[in-house]
């Protein structure tokens, strides 16, 4: 069933994939356990940093496929049929979900919210592309911040390309330009009321996260042999950063940091960043049910991320009094919480994400772009 999707995809970067997945659905199952499992506050930013390596993942990826085309996107039609192919990946899934969080927010959240913005800012990816957005469907911050990047970048490089077909020239421009731009508004703002919504869900402020990742990528490029004898030591000196920067989230006054708005979203995407040498060279793992384990994971992550929040909203409302109350009842609902998350994500992509990816490569226009 799943052997077309697999076939391109290294089992490194899935284990990276449903981790991130995994620290996502995990810090949000914790709120029904915290009564009963203290230590579980220590888990409770791994949603955060699990987007985060998202964003560093869909980096090194779709890096990947603009470098391999590299002075192709001098040409209109490859620049278009890339962003065709990234578009029939992520806008189906988000705009199905969007339309279910619509009732969900109103009969079961029942959010005192205005969703006018839904019918032009959520589907155009504006709701918190220069401030806050709004509480309708929150997790969609993260695809807001994809989006601009996969339309961005690209556009840079096309336009590079048309005074000059240096390619790394371009593309090391373009790469200075995503990182420093998003530092200097950050430099510039006033200490957000919120440091996660006010700064890290905001687009202008985040471009950069995606930027390291496509840095890692050029490297993988240019330098294979290098990064292959150096993945372990960036493995050990990334995950030392990954650690020291989560540390930091319980030891930091986030709003009225100044290092906290200005670095620490760019250290923690560079940590992220070191670990892909390392997990792009793992082709597998046991050979066997692990790796298809981790494949199907890092498959269904996507519709898992976009319904593991209406599934926890709904569980908290209906049954978070009483998990905070019972041992065995906050059990309960938070293994419901991850069934139902899972076995919705796997089911989605079965009947309506797969559809999507298999129409890319019916498309012309998509012929010269690699899947991903």
Request: hydrophobic share 55%; charged share 15%; aromatic share 16%.
């Amino acid at each position: 069933m799943y052997e077309s999707v697999v076939r391109h995809r290294r089992v490194g970067l899935d284990l990276l994939r449903s981790l991130a997945i995994g620290g996502v659905v995990l810090s949000h199952g914790m709120q029904f356990l915290y009564a009963h499992v203290p230590w579980g506050f220590w888990l409770g930013h791994l949603g955060s940093f699990g987007v985060d390596l998202f964003f560093v993942l869909s980096g090194f990826l779709i890096g990947g496929i603009l470098i391999r085309l590299g002075p192709g996107l001098a040409k209109g039609h490859a620049v278009l049929g890339f962003w065709v192919r990234r578009w029939l990946r992520t806008i189906p899934n988000y705009w199905l979900f969007l339309a279910l969080n619509v009732p969900f927010m109103l009969f079961v959240w029942r959010l005192d919210v205005h969703i006018g913005g839904f019918f032009w800012k959520f589907p155009l990816f504006l709701q918190n592309l220069t401030g806050r957005g709004p509480p309708f469907f929150p997790e969609s911050w993260t695809l807001s911040v994809e989006e601009w990047f996969y339309l961005i970048l690209p556009a840079m490089l096309w336009l590079g390309l048309k005074f000059t077909l240096r390619f790394d020239r371009v593309f090391l421009v373009s790469a200075f330009t995503l990182l420093a731009v998003p530092l200097c508004l950050r430099l510039a703002m006033s200490p957000p009321a919120l440091w996660s919504v006010d700064m890290r869900q905001v687009v202008i402020y985040r471009l950069d996260a995606c930027m390291y990742g496509v840095l890692a990528a050029w490297l993988q490029a240019r330098m294979p042999d290098s990064m292959h004898r150096m993945r372990y030591v960036l493995l050990v000196l990334g995950g030392a950063l990954v650690a020291w920067t989560y540390h930091s989230f319980y030891t930091l006054d986030l709003e009225h940091s100044w290092f906290a708005r200005t670095w620490l979203s760019s250290l923690i995407t560079l940590g992220m960043a070191a670990l892909l040498p390392w997990a792009n060279s793992i082709g597998t793992i046991s050979g066997g049910m692990l790796d298809r384990l981790i494949r199907r994971t890092a498959l269904w992550s996507y519709s898992m991320y976009l319904c593991n929040v209406p599934f926890n909203v709904a569980l908290d409302k209906f049954f978070g009094a009483k998990a905070q109350q019972s041992t065995a009842v906050a059990w309960m609902v938070f293994a419901s919480y991850l069934i139902l998350t899972t076995g919705t994500g796997a089911f989605v992509y079965a009947v309506y994400e797969r559809r999507f990816l298999r129409l890319r490569d019916r498309i012309p226009l998509c012929a010269e772009v690699e899947p991903a």
